[in-house]
């Protein structure tokens, strides 16, 4: 079983910056790739980035692509994700995720075999 924490959440103003970290507790040994999602009320789940945690490969979401950074410190099993420029529409409950395998898609929810409860990011207009 592994565990994340996140933390890091708050209310800012748009074009703001914000740092959120996610940190992994457990049989971390199992993790392959870490992500990061978020969930605005009446929408799905959606894939905002993800890294793999041994060779370092990232991905993002279109709408996040140069605004928003991902990195890793294999050393503390934590994961961060920097968000520069926030927008509006980055509001959401933002959710860690890991697996211990590398699945068909590192974009999809279900690819992800844990969760952490989430962080509330709000961004005011």
């Known amino acids: 079983q592994v565990q994340l924490v996140e933390s890091g959440g708050g209310l800012v103003q748009a074009g703001a910056s914000l740092r959120v970290s996610c940190a992994a507790s457990g049989r971390t040994f199992r993790i392959a790739r870490m992500g990061w999602f978020r969930q605005a009320p009446g929408k799905e789940r959606e894939f905002v980035a993800a890294i793999n945690w041994n060779g370092g490969s990232t991905y993002y979401a279109d709408s996040v692509k140069g605004r928003f950074s991902i990195s890793k410190d294999n050393a503390k099993n934590t994961m961060y994700l920097q968000m520069n420029s926030l927008k509006p529409g980055d509001t959401a409950v933002y959710y860690c995720?890991?697996?211990?395998?590398?699945?068909?898609?590192?974009?999809?929810?279900?690819?992800?075999?844990?969760w952490g409860q989430g962080t509330q990011v709000t961004v005011s207009s």
């Open positions: 995720a890991a697996t211990g395998l590398y699945r068909n898609s590192a974009y999809l929810p279900p690819s992800y075999d844990y």
